[in-house]
Structures are given as C-alpha cells and as structure tokens.
C-alpha cells in the first residue's frame, strides 16, 4: 500500500492576509492555498511545517489524515468562548489535549490505528468535521466528552478515575459530531453506554420565556454594551458568547436546586460497554441465525417445488440428459450431471433409488469410454 498523508488547515474568524499567505507558500508550492485555507497532500515526501505553530498563528481548525491509521484534529477558539478549565475536564490522557495561546484555546483529538485505515482519501476533509468548533463555541461539550471517551478506549485513564461532567445530547449527535467520532474510531458499544447517563437536547433547550427571563435580569449597562458589540463591532462570535453565557448560568443556577448526577467510573463504563458488546453480538447471532433458518426453509420450499416439476416430465429430462451427453462436449456434461443430481434428489424423495440407480448404470456403460463424463460423474457421487 502506498504511503499518503492529507493536510488541511482553516481560518474561521478571520482571512488570511497576503503577507500570511506568502509565508505559508514558502513550505510548498504544489499546496492549494486561499484566504481561508491551506490543503496538501503527500504520496512521498512530508509536510514542512508545524501544525502546532500554524495553529497558533495562522488558523482555527487542522485536519491530518494518514493511511497507515492516524487522524488528527484541532480546533482553535477564542478563550471567552471555550475556557480552558472546561476543556482540560475532560483532556485527560494523551489522545485528546488542550492548551492556550494568545488568548486561543487549542484542543487537539489524535486517533491512532497502526493496524491501517479505512478512512477513504476522498473522506479526507474538514467539511464534515468543522461544524465541531461551532459547536464547541455555543457550549455544547459533546466533542469534549468523546475526546474523554477515546483517552478511556486507549486505557489511558485509571479505572477509578470519574467521568467529567456528562453534556446533553449524546445519544443525539450532530452530523458533525457522528463524523467526529467515527473519525476518533469511538466504540459504538462504548458510546452507548455513555449515553444512556446523558439528558436529551430536548430536557435542556431553553425556551424563549427562559431566555427573556435570564436577558431581563442583565444589568442595564451590560445591554448596552452588548448592543454596542452587536451594531458597531459586529462581532460574529456575539452570539455564541450569548449562548454560553445563559447556559452557563442556567446550569450554575440549577446545580444550586438539584442533587448532582451520579458520576461513573472508568471501570464501570468500560464493563458496562463491554457488556452491551456481548448481548448485541448475541442478539446478532441470534438473528443471523434465524436468517439462516429461513433462507435453508425457503430454499427446501424451492426444492421441493422444483422436483414436483421434475416429476411430471422426468422421462423428458432422461432424455434431455442423454441428449446433452451425446453431443460428445464437455461443457455440456456439467448440465447433465446437474440434471442427473436432480433426478436422483426426485427419486430419493419419492423411494425410487432402485430405479435411478438402475437407468443411471446403464448410462454410466453405454459411455464409459468418455473419461470426461466418467470423472465428472464420479467427482458428483453418481
């Protein structure tokens, strides 16, 4: 298998300039570079820069793909939007990372598979997984929580260790967010169990009473200056901010009304995904079975429909078998030794394996210097 390596970079929040794009042309010259990307792939040689440093200075959001098995992902956000606190909660081995610089919050998914990949090169692109960071943006932790569950996957946590704070919505993901995890190699069974200690989006999606509510509440001064942000700066990122923020303090507000969520183990989720393994390849079993079961009825129905027509010309068939090995041609005897399978099925069925065995004899001596046939009727068990 040859060797390929697939590089993208993005800008989000703002383009790059020409300056910017200069200095990125300087590593390549076969590299499709525009005001919001860099994209390269290699089949020999490999990529000159830091993936790292360009995130810090150039872009919002990194894609790496190689076939030998590893898949890379980050994304970079403004620290008001993602605090790094948050992040680190659930960067908790070396699979996912997070970081900050310049006031960005980098957080890094590294997905290893050394025993090859069955991510196709024409996968190999941003478009599915972006989505992710605007996510990420609006507070919604789903992507966090299955960097966590890769960290458990690749046994890099303890099993005592508690999961961090469990978001809403994992047993509803995004387009984005099923992309990311296929892309992370997350366990199906794994996931599942996660999900079954997740709310619904529906439990927790504020409603518009809820959100005047919260707004009527904000101090005087602060509209004004997010009114301020919103017409003179127009700031793209005002809304997510927004958003945040009254998630924030929804759930600020009810952890001070309710009992906190029982929290599980490592252990517990790694036996628990273990468990749901074992009864979904036994319900699989199960059914794969009784597919079985039906194909083997509905064949012998078949069968049995096709000898009750053998039956009512089988002196036609003798003759059609005959017919067939006169012709003297060996392709043709693959069609008479079939037919003479059948012929013998009709008589097994019908007690009559004295006279097959009888007309079949006397075929076998009328043709016995034809080794070709011979052979094959041997090789038939007739």
């Known amino acids: 298998m040859s060797e390929y390596q697939y590089y993208e970079f993005q800008a989000i929040d703002r383009p790059l300039t020409d300056k910017e794009m200069g200095e990125l042309r300087s590593y390549s010259t076969r590299a499709r570079i525009t005001p919001t990307?860099?994209?390269?792939?290699?089949?020999?040689?490999?990529?000159?820069?830091?993936?790292?440093?360009?995130?810090?200075?150039?872009?919002?959001a990194f894609l790496y793909f190689a076939n030998w098995g590893t898949h890379v992902l980050k994304v970079r956000l403004p620290g008001r939007l993602l605090d790094l606190n948050t992040a680190e909660e659930y960067c908790a081995g070396e699979s996912t990372l997070a970081r900050q610089k310049g006031g960005k919050v980098i957080v890094s998914f590294d997905a290893e598979d050394e025993g090859g990949d069955e991510w196709a090169e024409d996968e190999a692109n941003l478009a599915s997984l972006i989505p992710v960071r605007a996510e990420l943006a609006r507070g919604d932790l789903r992507a966090l929580y299955l960097g966590w569950l890769l960290c458990m996957q690749n046994r890099e946590i303890d099993e005592q260790e508690l999961e961090p704070p469990i978001p809403p919505g994992l047993g509803q993901l995004s387009a984005s967010l099923e992309s990311l995890a296929r892309f992370l190699r997350i366990d199906d069974d794994l996931l599942h169990v996660a999900a079954q200690a997740s709310p619904t989006m529906e439990d927790v999606r504020p409603s518009p009473e809820e959100v005047r509510t919260w707004a009527a509440k904000l101090p005087a001064?602060?509209?004004?200056?997010?009114i301020a942000r919103l017409v003179a700066d127009e700031d793209p990122a005002l809304g997510m901010e927004l958003h945040k923020r009254f998630l924030e303090d929804?759930?600020?507000?009810?952890?001070?009304?309710?009992?906190?969520?029982?929290?599980?183990?490592?252990g517990e989720l790694l036996e628990a995904a273990e468990v749901c393994t074992q009864?979904?390849?036994?319900?699989?079993?199960?059914?794969?079975?009784?597919?079985?079961?039906?194909?083997?009825?509905?064949?012998a129905?078949?069968?049995?429909?096709?000898?009750?027509?053998?039956?009512?010309?089988?002196?036609?068939?003798?003759?059609?078998?005959k017919g067939l090995i006169a012709t003297t041609?060996?392709?043709?005897?693959?069609?008479?030794?079939q037919l003479l399978m059948d012929l013998r099925d009709l008589a097994q069925r019908d007690g009559k394996d004295r006279d097959f065995g009888l007309k079949l004899q006397v075929l076998r001596e009328a043709h016995c210097r034809k080794p070709t046939l011979i052979e094959r009727l041997r090789k038939a068990g007739l």
């Open 37 to 60: 990307s860099f994209v390269n792939d290699y089949s020999w040689g490999n990529f000159k820069g830091n993936a790292d440093a360009w995130m810090d200075r150039y872009f919002d």
């Open 221 to 226: 001064a602060e509209k004004n200056r997010i």
């Open 250 to 266: 929804k759930s600020t507000a009810a952890g001070r009304s309710r009992i906190p969520l029982h929290r599980r183990t490592v």
């Open 279 to 299: 009864e979904r390849r036994q319900i699989e079993a199960k059914r794969q079975a009784e597919a079985q079961v039906r194909r083997e009825q509905e064949a």
């Open 301 to 321: 129905i078949a069968r049995r429909k096709y000898l009750d027509g053998l039956a009512v010309r089988e002196s036609e068939v003798w003759a059609e078998v």
């Open 329 to 337: 041609q060996p392709t043709r005897y693959n069609q008479a030794v």
